[in-house]
């Protein structure tokens, strides 16, 4: 999609206006999708994980991000994120079920093969890099619809809602910083345990089931985004099922596919605004199923009732 600016997005908005009838959005079928051979991501490994949080520490040294004290330490100097937020861009939190048994959980964007947010970007604001396969962001083009932060099924784009002028905040896998100048994510670079890794996602993918293989009795079967929407660039197995580790059962198509067929019929046409509310009122609905126990949205609650790394 052509990119645009905020003065021609509202130009073209107001050109519109009324007269325009509004017509029928229907949601089409989601072709197969394939990983570009040259897309990179990362593999999660959550029995690797020891909780050290050198990943969380690293990537907001190396993309220039505030501290973000727990509300009740909020005149202490250190950085204690409890969740994603517009100054953590990954975060590592904890299961417990109540029995002894507990593992870490690394949650930042996954770079979804067909990307929502990207689709559902009325100005290109939002990207994916072609080949490698990033999603990123361009502040420059944004006008803060925060359409991305519906489409998302994994509720993974933060607002910088405390900033006069603010900006959506994720993941990028360090592209502007640490990836462009030691070819390799922040959170990678710095893992002791090499929990998280970095390359492309055939190897990743190929390594996650080499690993299963070899050890069925310590990893669920599961490798989580390997189908999720389409698929994901960054992968996990674990040895915690991943509804505990509050992870969404998503379906395996991707929902871009109703975004862009909203995309085509709005942007270019400007119908009426009640089309697109509609749409973002279906995503949203879609994005909500299996609220308890399920979703990054939700990984609060979810550590409050089996525990939490405080």
Aim: hydrophobic content about 35%; overall charge neutral; some cysteine.
């Amino acid at each position: 999609m052509m990119k645009k600016t905020r003065r021609e997005f509202i130009k073209l908005a107001a050109l519109s206006g009324a007269g325009i009838a509004a017509a029928p959005l229907a949601a089409e079928a989601s072709a197969p999708i394939a990983a570009n051979e040259e897309a990179v991501g990362m593999l999660y490994d959550a029995t690797l994980c020891v909780g050290c949080k050198a990943c969380v520490a690293s990537c907001k040294n190396v993309n220039d991000m505030d501290a973000a004290p727990a509300p009740n330490d909020a005149d202490r100097l250190w950085d204690a994120p409890e969740d994603l937020d517009y100054r953590t861009r990954n975060i590592i939190k904890l299961y417990k079920d109540g029995e002894g048994d507990f593992s870490y959980v690394k949650y930042q964007c996954m770079h979804c093969i067909k990307p929502s947010c990207v689709s559902a970007c009325p100005v290109g604001a939002m990207q994916q890099e072609k080949g490698r396969g990033i999603v990123f962001y361009d502040k420059d083009i944004c006008i803060g619809c925060r359409y991305c932060q519906v489409a998302c099924p994994f509720n993974i784009p933060k607002f910088e809602w405390p900033k006069a002028f603010p900006k959506i905040v994720k993941c990028d896998l360090c592209k502007f910083t640490n990836l462009k100048d030691k070819g390799i994510p922040a959170c990678c670079d710095v893992c002791p345990t090499k929990a998280v890794i970095f390359g492309k996602r055939d190897f990743l993918l190929a390594e996650a089931k080499k690993r299963i293989a070899e050890n069925p009795d310590k990893y669920q079967k599961e490798i989580y985004g390997e189908f999720e929407v389409g698929g994901t660039n960054v992968i996990y197995i674990a040895g915690e099922t991943f509804d505990n580790l509050g992870f969404r059962e998503l379906e395996h198509d991707s929902n871009a596919a109703f975004s862009e067929n909203i995309q085509h019929t709005i942007y270019k046409g400007f119908v009426a605004p009640v089309a697109l509310y509609g749409f973002l009122a279906f995503v949203a609905l879609k994005n909500r199923k299996n609220h308890h126990g399920h979703g990054h949205g939700h990984d609060a609650k979810h550590e409050d009732k089996h525990g939490s790394e405080k």
